[in-house]
């Protein structure tokens, strides 16, 4: 059984940009006949509001999708809610620890970006971590753990590339030690992005992991730990994203892009949903149509392979 996911971070309002990624995975998941997952990614307490968990999925029912395992229909592996499943995320560290895959860091964000000739991390994260901390001897770890609490870093594999062939992006090279050695766990406690959505994607049976395309960098990580976890790796499907009219990645600053402005104003949802499968390739023309009778448009190859410049419409 093919099974694919939606997992929003609850870190503001769910807008254009973020439905039409939901849309096509819920499409690509319906025309196959699988099974669609909603997971909430809110283990980021700074950043993560109940609230807007709340608004993502009265957003995402108003555009015609629904979901066979979520939060608030739970399922056979729930919880759903990453803030309710960090025992599973301690057990995943604990097995990298027993394999040696793991070591503590004790540099500062300053210390990275002053590593001499650093080269660049991966996306926009700046410098590639230089590996610091990872040869230090006991006697120095024994020093530095007596002021600071360490973040915890995987150490990336030596010599070997990740290569992998995405579904709508195509072939991917990563050379070996892409980025460098990554955090799973910072000096605070709270685990990272890239192992918490190893350790879900595993646990919920994901096959057909469909995301945005800024999220094409992360997959080496996440191909990485999966390995040294001894899991499946799924298949990866990343979407060019929309940009505003000043040709960068459509966001709040660009005005009216949140789907609860749409239904507060009385737009239909099926002209939303029309919009948004016209700026993805699946229909001609921008009419009213919902997700439901999109699933026979359904056509992956049509998705266009660049970002897609867009205005927020007017309807
Ligand atoms: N929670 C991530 C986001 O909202 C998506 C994670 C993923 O799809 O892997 O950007």
């Not at 694919?4 to 819920?26: C, D, E, Q, V, Y």
């Not at 301690?90 to 210390?111: F, W």
């Not at 195509?170 to 955090?183: E, I």
């Not at 921008?286 to 927020?312: C, N």
Request: hydrophobic share 40%; charged share 25%.
């Amino acid at each position: 059984m093919r099974r694919g996911r939606f997992a929003p971070t609850p870190s503001g309002k769910m807008h254009l940009g973020n439905a039409r990624t939901a849309l096509i995975a819920w499409l690509h998941m319906r025309a196959a006949g699988g099974e669609f997952v909603l997971r909430m990614e809110d283990i980021d307490t700074e950043r993560a509001r109940a609230k807007w968990a709340e608004l993502a999925l009265l957003d995402l029912r108003w555009l015609g999708l629904d979901w066979d395992e979520g939060p608030d229909v739970g399922g056979p592996y729930a919880p759903y809610t990453q803030s309710e499943r960090l025992e599973r995320y301690e057990d995943a560290l604990h097995k990298l620890e027993a394999a040696g895959a793991l070591y503590p860091c004790y540099c500062s964000r300053a210390d990275i970006l002053g590593a001499a000739s650093a080269p660049h991390g991966l996306g926009s994260e700046g410098p590639a971590y230089a590996g610091t901390c990872r040869h230090l001897s006991p006697a120095e770890r024994a020093d530095k753990a007596r002021s600071k609490d360490p973040s915890l870093r995987f150490a990336l594999p030596e010599g070997r590339d990740v290569t992998f062939v995405d579904g709508i992006a195509g072939p991917q090279v990563f050379p070996a030690g892409s980025g460098g050695d990554f955090v799973v766990r910072r000096a605070d406690g709270l685990h990272s992005y890239q192992l918490s959505v190893v350790v879900d994607d595993a646990d919920m049976r994901i096959t057909d992991v469909l995301r945005g395309y800024d999220l094409l960098d992360s997959t080496p990580r996440q191909i990485w730990l999966d390995e040294a976890l001894g899991l499946p790796v799924p298949e990866f499907l990343h979407v060019p994203l929309l940009n505003g009219s000043d040709g960068k990645r459509l966001a709040k600053r660009h005005g009216g892009i949140a789907i609860s402005s749409f239904r507060e104003r009385g737009t239909p949802p099926e002209r939303l949903v029309g919009w948004l499968a016209h700026v993805s390739g699946l229909i001609d023309r921008p009419e009213a149509i919902s997700a439901a009778e999109l699933i026979g448009h359904f056509d992956l190859s049509r998705i266009p392979r660049e970002a897609v410049v867009v205005d927020v419409p007017d309807i």
